[in-house]
């Protein structure tokens, strides 16, 4: 059975620095892996998906990378600004076509 | 121009009911998907639905079932509620999962069983 952790549960930094979410699964056999944010009280946006091939994807400020073997990624986000305060949750897709959630990780970026 | 919605977005309601959620998305995908996210706010899927099947959590009790009378809907039926069904509900729909497939969800239905 799949197993998603997201370290850390939460996380408070000021603005302008540059920081590391990390999430881990316990089986390699994915399709991919997405991140997905959320803010309170509202659906979930997604904000990059990473094939089981590839090793990362980029988009603004935001990198993820995966390692599939070592059952891991990382989602770096440069030059946090206030806007970026959400929870950030992490899911694989896997054979049994669904996807498993992290239990996420909830960023607070102060001014 | 709402891609994935849901109705309604708060039902407050008696335990022993019979409910229903209703999603509809306009993005032409051909699976859709329910999750539950708990008071914990940890995000389980429960459904995953294409016209060809139906992947059922097994951890999801036989009182939810997922209703499609096209491919555009996917409802979230409900018998007999109980004080542990409160929780949000997310509807989500993607194109094929397994070649890349983003998720897109709709905003969630906070249920209330009292």
């Known amino acids: 059975k799949q197993e998603v952790t997201q370290i850390p549960a939460a996380l408070s930094v000021p603005e302008g620095e540059n920081l590391v979410l990390n999430c881990s699964f316990t089986d390699s056999a994915i399709y991919n892996l997405q991140w997905f944010r959320q803010d309170p009280g509202k659906g979930l946006t997604s904000l990059l998906l990473i094939q089981s091939s590839q090793r990362e994807q980029t988009s603004g400020r935001l990198n993820a990378s995966l390692d599939k073997s070592s059952g891991r990624s990382t989602l770096y986000i440069a030059a946090s600004q206030p806007g970026d305060s959400a929870t950030y949750l992490c899911a694989v897709l896997d054979a049994g076509n669904m996807l498993t959630f992290g239990g996420g990780t909830r960023l607070m970026v102060k001014p | 121009d709402t891609a994935v919605s849901q109705t309604p977005k708060y039902l407050v309601t008696q335990m022993g009911n019979d409910k229903s959620i209703k999603c509809e998305q306009n993005?032409?995908?051909?699976?859709m998907y329910w999750y539950k996210q708990d008071s914990k706010k940890f995000l389980k899927i429960m459904f995953s639905y294409n016209n060809k099947e139906l992947i059922i959590n097994e951890t999801v009790p036989n009182r939810f079932s997922p209703k499609s009378p096209d491919k555009a809907h996917l409802n979230l039926h409900i018998n007999s509620l109980e004080l542990g069904d409160s929780a949000v509900y997310f509807c989500a729909s993607s194109q094929e999962p397994r070649v890349g497939g983003t998720q897109y969800f709709g905003p969630g239905t906070r249920l209330t069983v009292l």
């Open positions: 993005l032409g995908h051909d699976t």
